[in-house]
T-cell receptor, first 113, second 111 residues
């Protein structure tokens, strides 16, 4: 298994509060991604990073921000959580070395009340 | 809008049969394609990757790619109840570093 951990694994929060999810990898891969997965929508890209301090928006980036200060950590922040952000969040990594295979973390289940 | 389309299913097959899963993609620049399996409540796990036209076999799994038709398929031979899961098809964008996922096909293998 690729060395990817996510924390927390489960979180319940209230509307309007800030939330930060953490993805940590031990593979030294260059690319890191945040997805959300909802019934009927599949996996949708929120943000991705192609290096330290290099990030870009994905399909559903509104309401989310990211930061990557170290190769191994990619943080996803919900500045002011809303009920529509209740979802399962997956982090993924890719080495970009030719095969470009994505490996996923275990996921974080976030509930916004 | 770049898309990967899959039939949501469920696709029901008897144990021991061949399961055939299909997807189409819209980005003609895509060169890399992937099949993931996802059990309920778990994260996607990679089954196969395919980059060239034709077939690629790995054990009971065969991936097929036809770039002219923009079509990717996954065959599972000798299907087992443990193969029951949702199968996600993904294409890497032709330009850029992101991946586009289909919504998945749910497979049910009945004993």
């Amino acid at each position: 298994d690729a060395g990817i951990t996510q924390s927390p694994r489960h979180k319940v929060t209230e509307t309007g509060t800030p939330v930060t999810l953490r993805c940590h990898q031990t593979e030294n891969h260059r690319y890191m991604y945040w997805y959300r997965q909802d019934p009927g929508h599949g996996l949708r890209l929120i943000h991705y990073s192609y290096g330290v301090k290099d990030t870009d928006k994905g399909e559903v980036s509104d309401g989310y921000s990211v930061s990557r200060s170290k190769t191994e950590d990619f943080l996803l922040t919900l500045e002011s959580a809303t009920s529509s952000q209740t979802s399962v969040y997956f982090c993924a990594i890719t080495d970009g070395g030719g095969t470009d295979t994505q490996y996923f973390g275990p996921g974080t289940r976030l509930t916004v009340l | 809008q770049k898309e990967v389309e899959q039939n949501s299913g469920p696709l029901s097959v008897p144990e021991g049969a061949i399961a055939s899963l299909n997807c189409t993609y819209s980005d003609r620049g895509s060169q890399s394609f992937f099949w993931y399996r996802q059990y309920s409540g778990k994260s996607p796990e990679l089954i196969m990757s395919i980059y060239s036209n034709g077939d690629k076999e790995d054990g009971r799994f065969t991936a097929q790619l036809n770039k002219a038709s923009q079509y990717v398929s996954l065959l599972i031979r000798d299907s087992q109840p443990s193969d029951s899961a949702t199968y996600l098809c993904a294409a890497q964008e032709g330009q850029g570093f992101s991946f586009i996922f289909g919504k998945g096909t749910r497979l049910l293998v009945k004993p």
